[in-house]
């Protein structure tokens, strides 16, 4: 599941002393990497279907949605405000929020829904909180998502995008001695 892009990334960030940017990118990359586990999980309870499976596939869907939606309000962050990265690397942050702002906000509703679910448990007469229908996962009858191989694909290859960024921006010749 780890990235050796990404590990490249925050290596050289911290490299070159840029603690701030560290922790967004180390924090945005552990959200991919719940996400990529809370799928992975997912898949293998999914297939071959299994009704005792059920509870805990829903339960993992529905982590990834929630990781997927931390890691895109992770995204807006730098695309709004003033970071310390260089400018090919502000610039790349903020194009991937623009090019897949409709992804990350599709993950909102749902996770909102999933978030405040135990104020409806409270009500008996509901028992199913969660459903699917194909690869939408629908959350209380308000939200629904999809979640599939490509709605994976589009988390990986946004973080992938901005850690080839920061690792061209950030290139260190020694460190690149040392993995050669």
Not at 5 to 22: F, G, P, Q, Y
Not at 112 to 140: L, P, Q
Not at 143 to 150: D, E, K, L, P, Y
Request: charge should be positive; aromatic fraction near 10%.
């Amino acid at each position: 599941m780890t990235s050796d892009l990404a590990t490249k990334a925050i290596i050289s960030l911290a490299c070159r002393n840029h603690s701030d940017e560290v922790k967004w990118f180390t924090l945005f990359h552990r959200d991919v990497e719940g996400a990529e586990a809370s799928f992975e999980l997912f898949e293998r309870l999914r297939l071959p279907p299994n009704p005792a499976n059920n509870g805990m596939m829903m339960y993992h869907a529905s982590c990834f949605v929630c990781a997927v939606r931390r890691a895109g309000r992770l995204l807006k962050l730098p695309s709004e405000r003033r970071t310390r990265f260089c400018e090919p690397v502000a610039r790349a942050v903020k194009l991937e929020w623009k090019k897949r702002h409709a992804y990350f906000e599709s993950f909102k509703r749902p996770r909102d829904a999933i978030e405040h679910i135990d104020e409806k448990a409270r009500d008996h007469s509901k028992w199913a909180f969660f459903n699917f229908h194909g690869d939408r996962f629908d959350v209380d009858g308000v939200a629904s998502v999809t979640i599939n191989q490509g709605s994976l694909e589009t988390l990986r290859s946004c973080r992938d995008s901005i850690a080839r960024d920061i690792v061209q921006a950030y290139s260190d010749p020694i460190l690149d001695l040392l993995h050669a």
